[in-house]
């Protein structure tokens, strides 16, 4: 008996060693999203704002330009999947793979072949067990990403929409992300970056009734997309990356209090068990006591006689 409670008590310190860890794990990524949250809601205005520029240039010329023009025979897609370098984050990774092996799937019954970048750790490891072809990938930076991450993971897929699809280049530019609603709630969706639908997104950035300027574009229309196509990819992949760490971090947050209340429980339980071990083991003892002593009793009463 004495050797089972020995067991209780070292389960009960490793799970209260654990409870500790999950605990402290908690307030930090608590911590996090509170600044993380900041740096999405500082960065959503601009990126809106750059999306009803463009949006304006486009309604208001007749430029083909790959920012806003349909290919007329789309061949060639990309996907830009968004995950974390790290777990302990509940389902928000698998999530976001879902997302984008869905997204992919529609793609390619369509007809289209699809070039795959990730971002995260969690993601290239996903496709590299199953080997998957992924075309570029970038990692270390998703806890807190920057604006030059941003430039850097847009930089080549500029330059794959750029080119001609007979030169390796695409058509198309889908972003999948977790989208950061609440901090209980954090969505996996799929938005098509380029080319932009110049109808509904003027349709959600203008306000009802309002009448859309005209301009004139000095020196072309062509020249001022051509400028506004990086800083708009570049801040729609930064606003992303930013909603993404929001939504990794409120969603460990969340599964390290659904672990920390899950020790405390575990613990509770091995404490009544070991008690009930040590109450077992106090009441066998107890019984060898009185049990030797009256066969000393009865010992002592038969040389008596």
């Not at 209780?8 to 409870?19: D, E």
């Not at 240039?57 to 290919?71: D, E, F, M, R, Y």
């Not at 072809?133 to 270390?140: D, F, H, N, Y």
Request: proline share 3%; glycine share 6%; aromatic share 4%.
């Amino acid at each position: 008996m004495g050797a089972q409670l020995r067991v209780y008590k070292r389960r009960i310190r490793s799970v209260t060693a654990t409870k500790k860890i999950t605990k402290a794990m908690e307030m930090i990524a608590a911590s996090r999203v509170v600044k993380a949250q900041r740096k999405v809601a500082a960065s959503t205005p601009y990126a809106t704002e750059l999306t009803r520029a463009v949006t304006a240039v486009g309604t208001g010329s007749n430029t083909k330009h790959p920012l806003t023009t349909q290919a007329e025979t789309v061949t060639r897609s990309a996907v830009l999947l968004l995950t974390s370098d790290r777990g302990l984050a509940g389902a928000f990774n698998s999530n976001a793979i879902k997302a984008a092996e869905q997204l992919t799937e529609r793609l390619e019954r369509e007809g289209k072949q699809v070039e795959t970048y990730i971002v995260g750790r969690r993601g290239l490891a996903h496709y590299n067990f199953r080997e998957r072809k992924v075309a570029e990938s970038w990692a270390g930076f998703t806890d807190e990403p920057t604006y030059a991450d941003a430039k850097k993971v847009a930089a080549p897929l500029i330059e794959a929409i750029e080119k001609e699809t007979a030169d390796g280049g695409v058509d198309e530019l889908h972003i999948v992300f977790t989208e950061f609603v609440s901090m209980m709630t954090q969505t996996a969706l799929g938005d098509r970056l380029l080319p932009l639908s110049l109808e509904e997104v003027a349709k959600e950035a203008a306000p009802k009734g309002e009448i859309l300027p005209l301009y004139d574009f000095e020196p072309t229309a062509e020249d001022v997309l051509d400028a506004l196509l990086p800083r708009y990819v570049e801040s729609r992949i930064y606003n992303a990356l930013l909603q993404s760490a929001a939504s990794k971090h409120a969603a460990t947050r969340r599964a390290m209090k659904s672990a920390t209340d899950n020790a405390g429980e575990l613990i509770e339980s091995l404490s009544r068990l070991a008690n009930a071990a040590r109450q077992a083991e106090i009441t066998q003892e107890i019984s060898e006591i009185v049990g030797g002593s009256a066969a000393l009793a009865d010992a002592s009463a038969g040389s008596d006689r």
